[in-house]
């Protein structure tokens, strides 16, 4: 533990695949649960602020969902083309490569801010929110989204540490951006000293103060070389070539997550029909649900990580082994998170609300969701490692029939029109992660992804 935990320089391309998996794990693993605290954070602070405060939350993060999709689609790239890089041993080539995807970074993220600045209400009230939730809460989605940047380069940055082997550097960024999150959190939203109490809006302010701070050190950690990767001002200039080919790459991860990342809106749209007691219980749920699914999803990007560089390293015999690997352990873990929530969800429940028909919505959302993690360990492996050899194009096709032709109009069917409710929509969520897992281990015994170039 603590030699993952350092991040000392390692080489995953030989040796022990269970220590290689353990080595990248843990710091991926504790970094995507700090990434989820942000949301359980903001979750318990502003949860006494009343269920319009929690619904706003949770309205905007699911629009915000999209920015996600389109960070962690250029991430995939990124983790992609650093790792190949990485496992050729061109350093400086990977350098490279991390300097496009910045600027790409940006350059989205500025278009999104502008949306975000001029239209929150308009946001909001698309989402299905009342006008006393739009007129108390647009501030919070205004800010989140005009600084979504901090967002953007978080995620891209992050995924240049993850590529190179660096996973530690990425997890002890986020301990820092959570430790200011918590601190300041109350602060902005309550109030402290000269700072007045903003109320919701006060945790998008302190959120976006948080994710700043942590860009700032990542830029520092890069140019400073306190990474495997070192950028350099001579690094500083467009390249279109490789430009280009980060975009190829990244499309595909692009895709698959707006993909899936727009049928969350389209749920959480689904959910406002209901009020906003059922669409609180359900936000809480949603986030509790990924501080489990989050260190999941850490294990997953190793597999992703040590197929980039296998393949870099032409050894793909070694990358397949890995994934199987790590879609074992994986499953094992959400196999006991799944016991966890069972039991225990009206008890989770109760900590962020006192409301009883929150608190039954929430822990009816835990159970049913929780019901299909171990589908979920084994997908989400299969997927990154696909998204991990630079075959985005796969998981986007696999997303799209899952999420798209059958979990929507299944949800929308369920909940509307054969009158199940929120259990309708809960149906349709673990079902569709289920289909996604086996289609997705079908298609990669087929092997097809150990041929794709980046």
Excluded: H
Aim: proline share 3%; net charge positive; with cysteine.
């Amino acid at each position: 533990m603590p030699q993952a935990v350092a991040g000392k320089d390692q080489e995953f391309t030989s040796g022990s695949i269970r220590k290689a998996i353990f080595l990248l794990s843990v710091p991926m693993v504790l970094e995507m649960m700090m990434e989820s605290v942000f949301f359980l954070v903001d979750a318990y602070f502003v949860s006494s602020l009343g269920a319009n405060a929690i619904a706003t939350v949770g309205l905007t993060e699911s629009v915000l969902t999209l920015v996600y999709a389109i960070s962690i689609g250029l991430s995939m790239g990124v983790t992609a083309i650093v790792a190949r890089r990485v496992g050729e041993k061109d350093v400086p080539g990977a350098a490279k490569s991390a300097v496009q995807s910045i600027f790409l970074g940006i350059f989205i993220a500025i278009l999104v801010s502008i949306i975000g600045i001029l239209f929150p209400k308009e946001i909001l009230s698309l989402m299905g929110g009342e006008p006393d939730l739009i007129a108390e809460g647009y501030g919070y989605t205004q800010i989140l989204l005009g600084g979504n940047v901090t967002i953007m380069l978080l995620f891209i940055i992050n995924a240049v540490f993850r590529g190179a082997g660096d996973a530690s550097v990425a997890m002890k960024v986020l301990i820092f951006s959570n430790l200011l999150n918590i601190v300041l959190d109350p602060m902005f939203i309550f109030g402290f000293g000269p700072i007045p109490a903003f109320g919701v809006k006060g945790a998008a302010i302190a959120t976006t103060i948080g994710r700043g701070s942590a860009v700032i050190l990542q830029l520092v950690i890069l140019f400073y070389g306190w990474s495997r990767i070192k950028v350099g001002f001579k690094d500083l200039v467009f390249r279109a070539g490789i430009m280009l080919n980060l975009v190829r790459v990244s499309l595909g991860g692009i895709g698959q997550f707006i993909i899936g990342t727009s049928s969350w809106v389209f749920l959480m749209r689904i959910m406002a029909e209901f009020g906003s007691e059922v669409l609180a219980g359900y936000t809480i749920a949603i986030r509790v649900l990924m501080f489990t699914l989050m260190p999941s999803w850490g294990m997953s990007n190793a597999a992703a990580t040590l197929v980039g560089q296998n393949l870099g390293a032409k050894k793909p015999d070694r990358a397949e082994t890995s994934v199987w690997k790590t879609g074992k352990y994986n499953a094992w873990f959400m196999a006991g998170v799944s016991v966890f929530y069972m039991l225990f969800a009206e008890m989770i429940l109760k900590i962020f609300s006192d409301d009883p028909s929150v608190i039954e919505n929430g822990a009816l959302s835990l159970r049913v969701i929780a019901a299909g993690y171990v589908f979920y360990a084994y997908g989400m492996v299969i997927i990154q490692a696909f998204n991990g050899a630079g075959n985005t194009r796969t998981p986007t096709i696999i997303n799209f029939f899952c999420f798209w032709l059958f979990q929507l109009p299944f949800a929308y069917l369920a909940a509307i029109t054969f009158d199940l409710g929120v259990l309708g929509v809960l149906l349709a969520i673990t079902i569709a992660e289920i289909l996604i897992a086996i289609i997705g281990i079908v298609w990669f015994r087929k092997g097809r992804w150990k041929e794709v170039q980046v």
